[in-house]
């Protein structure tokens, strides 16, 4: 089947099981859409919901951030892993967006990735969420489902962002980019399952992936390490 046949039948599953795409981080602005993106990175979405309501109620605006101590920002946000970065970067962004942008957010990537802590997936996510400007963030995550249903073989997340938006229509990329981490999430565990009994895999793996399945499934030796 061909790379954009494959995209086609994927695209259809995936709108009949997600019809509705919910922002997964809550937020109020696209300030603090921002900073709950920014804050995602090495944690869960559901952690970053548990500090946003304090860290916005003592700072819900770039004015109202950029008062506060780096360490009272560490201390709202500490159960997030890489607190004491994330605190620092959020303060100073939000002085950047004083002094840059009069307290808004810029709705480009080149101003978006200029700022403190934010790279190019995070940028993606502001885009699309924030100002519905088609974007195509790619994590680690969507990387991977991408080359295991063979609509990539990028080597990096670059590589898989231009090959995802090649193939899928472009009005479709902000809600495809949450389909696909919503069926990432409920249905594809790290390691050690059956590719027969996945709604897309079934069909769509590549042979290079049933292949890698099929060893990792097979018995192995006490001392022997389980990578996926
Ligand atoms: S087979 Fe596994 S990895 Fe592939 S999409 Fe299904 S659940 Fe995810």
């Known amino acids: 089947m061909k790379r954009k046949e494959k995209a086609e039948r994927i695209q259809t599953m995936l709108e009949e099981l997600y019809p ?56 709202l946000i500490r159960e997030v892993g890489l607190a004491p970065t994330k605190a620092k970067n959020i303060r100073r962004l939000s002085e950047l967006l004083i ?33 519905n400007i088609p974007a195509f963030p790619v994590d680690t995550h969507i990387h991977r489902l991408a080359a295991r249903w063979g609509l990539s073989n990028g080597k990096n997340v670059d ?26 999430r409920e249905y594809c565990p790290a390691r050690f399952h059956d590719l027969s009994q996945c709604p897309i895999c079934s069909w769509a793996a590549t042979k290079k992936r049933i292949n890698e399945e099929a060893k990792m499934n097979k018995p192995k030796s006490k001392k022997s390490k389980r990578n996926t």
């Open 20 to 75: 509705e795409t919910p922002v997964p981080l809550d937020h109020e602005s696209p300030f603090q859409l921002l900073v709950a993106v920014l804050m995602s990175a090495q944690t869960t979405d559901l952690k970053v919901n548990q500090v946003t309501p304090e860290l916005f109620r003592q700072g819900p605006t770039p004015e109202k951030m950029a008062k506060l101590e780096v360490a009272t920002i560490q201390s």
């Open 99 to 131: 002094e840059r942008h009069q307290g808004n957010i810029p709705n480009t990537f080149e101003e978006l990735e200029a700022l403190p802590g934010v790279g190019h997936k995070t940028a993606g996510v502001v885009l699309a969420q924030a100002f």
């Open 159 to 184: 590589q898989t962002e231009k090959d995802l938006k090649a193939v899928f229509p472009k009005d479709a990329w902000n809600d495809l980019h949450l389909q696909i981490i919503f069926f990432g």
